[in-house]
């Protein structure tokens, strides 16, 4: 075990994204269910839909798993308003995870409430900020990634940097985990954990549009691109994407309407260039939607259930680590360096 798979009750370090579109409460549950951090997508969902959400997958499983809010996108007062929705419904053991910075009402709603504060970050500025507003748990997202970017750093420079200023901290990163052995190295380099996104997109219970699951898993890594394209609804954040019919062509079409997504009944219309990206309910132009998609794509190959994906990669996570102990070399001995200047990242494994 990990201080991360520690701190959040975990049986292995890795968190599965809560993306919009994507992880609904199926995936959240049978990613929560096989040992790993699953988390729900809040993303724009009013307060009572999403009490219902939580309470569906809390039904589903009696391991630990997360919420997700994007206070970017929501604001301060509606992202508050869901944390105030739904914190009540979280059993022990749940966790909150935020995308980009919370501000201090609802850092302080979640810990007050109980509930370990996870927050991504893309730079060494935000990572002190969010710990001053008290993170248990960062998840340092590299450019790597894929979805919305919020730093220019590799995961691996940026890790290194934020290791080196906050050496106790319990640090996860996201951007280029696909397998075990991803795992592994991040681990060595000094991560207590990661976060994957792309990984689960493909997978049977993730809500996200067949040909969005087709794409991610027939794509390879320069099939992706950093654009600012996709901004309907969320400006201003560079975001990587697989590359579509919008990305390749010169100008700026029409932001008409190109699609519509049912949720609970109603349809609701997407315009082109919006940030959302295409689930299950939707239906029209997927194909100039925003699918994102990061750099690790080249080894998410196949569309299995959520369980069968987590258990591969706590196979291959446990053998590469076994691999690493066994065999001291020249990346052993940088290991035992990057370990000894932060809290050992290991605990006794009852």
Known sequence: MTRLAARLGLGLPLLQAGMGAVAGPGL?????????????????????????????????????????????????????????????????????????????????AVRAAGHPLVVQVGTLADAGTALGRGAAVLVLQGSEAGGHLLGSLPVELLLAAVRARYPHAVLAVAGGIATGRDLADAVARGADGAMAGTLFVPAAESTAHPEFKRRVAEAVADDTIVTSLFDIGWPHRPHRVLRNPLTTTAGRAPATFIATTRVDGRDYPVPRYSAAAPGDGTTGRIEEMAMYCGRSCDRVTARHPAAVTVDRIGREYQNAHSSRAASPGPANGATARTSGSHPPNRIHER
């Not at 040992?35 to 009013?46: F, I, R, S």
């Not at 839909?49 to 970017?72: D, S």
């Not at 301060?76 to 995308?99: H, I, K, M, Y």
């Open 28 to 108: 959240c549950a049978a990613v929560s269910r096989a040992g790993a951090g699953g988390t729900l997508a809040l993303y724009k969902e009013p307060p009572a839909r999403a009490v219902r959400l939580v309470r569906e997958v809390a039904a589903a499983t009696g391991r630990p798993f997360g919420v997700n809010v994007i206070p970017e996108v929501t604001g301060p007062a509606p992202c508050l308003d869901q944390l105030r929705a739904v914190l009540p419904e979280l059993p022990p053991g749940a966790f909150v995870t935020s995308f980009g910075l919370p501000d201090a009402d609802a850092a302080r």
